[in-house]
DNA sequence: GCGACAG
DNA sequence: ATCTTGTCGC
């Protein structure tokens, strides 16, 4: 995995405009079909926001195809972007890319945020994805943008996540009486295969389990 | 002008 | 994301 990891002195946007800009230019490369092997490295990565040091905490792991966990590591950044919605990516992907950095190379990688379903079909799945070169797949908590009708009831039931006549992403219950989580194309991974390889790595619980895990490495350490 | 709005 | 009490469920 080569990183072009912005670092504490490396080029970021200052402005939503310049952002704006960076994402028209990058997502041109975002691969819509299946470019990926079988996953073996399975990585998630999740960001916490300390606001009193004003910086982001980062946590990423590795997990092997059972579930278990075979690295992790963690990154702190200091704050460089506001929260906007559809910029996610400049708040928090300096700080996942450096926890990123310290794994060995993934095979897939578990984005918690969006991928195409995005205003410009760039959401930060598609931006580590893109960056890193490496397959991922946006699995978000809520909706972005984009009109659904409710999935059926029961686990493993989806519909389509709509922009005008376009799909953007799948509504997805993956597990019995909780609400659906919303799966994108974040880079090298079909649709289709975004939402098998979720319902896969969920197994059960609402989020797929590297961002499970993840998110509580996170916490534990400064969220 | 008024909502909606990943984390 | 974070702020926050009780509350329901396994």
């Excluded at 002195?9 to 230019?25: C, F, G, H, T, Y």
């Excluded at 310290?102 to 990688?109: G, H, M, Q």
């Excluded at 490496?134 to 984009?146: D, E, F, N, Q, Y």
Aim: glycine share 8%; charged share 25%; proline share 8%.
């Amino acid at each position: 995995m080569t990183l072009a990891c912005p670092g504490q002195s490396q080029p970021w946007p200052e402005d939503v405009a310049a952002a704006r800009r960076l994402q028209e230019a990058l997502r041109a490369r975002v691969v819509c079909v299946d470019r990926l092997v079988s996953p073996m490295r399975i990585g998630g990565v999740d960001i916490h926001y300390d606001r009193r040091r004003r910086r982001v905490f980062a946590a990423a792991v590795r997990l092997d195809p059972t579930g278990e966990l075979q690295a992790s590591a963690l990154a702190s950044a200091p704050l460089r972007f506001p929260y906007v919605p559809g910029y996610l990516a400049f708040r928090e992907a300096p700080a996942a890319l450096e926890a990123l950095a310290v794994l060995e190379s993934l095979d897939l990688l578990f984005v918690d945020g969006h991928g195409r379903a995005h205003p410009r079909r760039f959401g930060i799945a598609c931006h580590l994805g893109v960056l890193l070169d490496l397959p991922t797949i946006g699995v978000a908590k809520s909706r972005l943008i984009g009109r659904f009708t409710e999935p059926g009831p029961e686990p493993g039931a989806w519909s389509p996540l709509l922009d005008g006549d376009e799909v953007i992403g799948a509504v997805v219950r993956t597990r019995a009486r909780t609400r659906p989580v919303f799966v994108s194309i974040g880079h090298r991974v079909s649709l289709a295969t975004a939402i098998r390889l979720t319902l896969a790595f969920a197994r059960g619980f609402r989020l797929p389990e590297p961002t499970r895990l993840a998110d509580r490495l996170s916490r534990a350490h400064g969220g």
